[in-house]
């Protein structure tokens, strides 16, 4: 298989760790024989810094042009502490999931039973849950109008949805249902907001249309506490941008860390895949950022992007091994449990590498 790969590393930890996503998929495409071109290009504070737009017209045509796109994380402290910077890293984000279509955001809390321990949740609340969400991507707040008063006193930021753009991730949610546990949740906050009755009113309708899959409603306040009481009732959750930027951060501390966490935002054509742990600059250049969730970014792009099932099963099972084998980063790892070995940035990258050759070898 040829394919084309833009990688964006970002701003923080981003280029750290996309270092090891990009490795971890050329070593697939040598044991495999496949062919994927790497190319790479600015976005967010990094692109600022060096042309003054967080999305140059450079990386947007690079990205039209690629078949997958490899992202590490945006962001960085000088903006979070002035908010009223004009030209901020966030833009860049927000305007190439516009452009490319990508309309739906899939987040699958995959919890490895070796790290049930790193998580903040009982072991025996957690165990066996395989939750899979579908988080819309180009509505809701943070495309509707904004509004800054001339005395700074008074915003608002227009909450707006339209029929469609609920109805096309509906499908592909309820589509991934039947081939999962056939169960759908769908959180929204219609008892109080008019885009959320859009949402449900909606999403009824689409249900309709696959009567072999359960869905339930739920209000985003309740969701939130179900999530962390019992997240094993959850199969397949679809939500709206803001709800669903929220919870899946939550849902992080179900996998132990926000450094074990893949998404992939899917349209109708080139897909994006990032871990959603943002762009940590309080470590950033320390070597302890934690690569696993951008190598299982790219277990998503060979298993979602390209239809790679095998590919992206080889890349999930050498980090189970990994983990079985006791190495840890600081972020899911115990510090007073000496059967845990603690490793850096690079060093788990490079033994991830290992151990995938190693797989590769035996298998």
Known sequence: MRKNILVIPGDGIGPEVTTWGKAALEKIAEIFGHDFIFDEALMGHAA???????????????????????????????????????????????????DLGLFANLRPILLFDELLEASSIKPEILRGTDILFFRELTGDVYFGEKFRSEDRNTASDLMIYHRYEVERIAHK???????????????????????????????????KQYPDVETEHMFIDNAAMQLIKNPKKFDVVLTANLFGDILTDEASQIAGSMGMLASASVG?????????????HDIAGKNLANPLASILSAALMLEIGFGLKEE??????TINEVLKEGFRTNDIADQNTERYKVLGTTEMGALVLKFLSQKSINS
């Open 268 to 280: 109708e054509s080139t897909g994006f895949f990032e871990p959603i742990h943002g762009s940590a």
């Open 312 to 317: 992206a099963k080889l890349l999930v099972d």
């Open 48 to 98: 600022i810094e060096v042309t003054g737009n967080p999305l140059p017209d450079e990386t947007l045509e690079k990205a039209r042009n690629s078949d997958a796109i490899l992202f590490g994380a945006i962001g960085h402290a000088k903006y979070d502490n002035d908010p009223s910077l004009k030209v901020r890293p966030e833009q860049g984000l927000l305007k190439i999931r516009k």
């Open 173 to 207: 949610a309820y589509q991934a249902a039947q081939k999962r546990n056939k169960r759908l949740c769908s959180v929204d906050k219609a008892n109080v907001l008019e885009s959320s009755r859009l949402w449900r009113e909606t999403v009824q309708e689409i249900a």
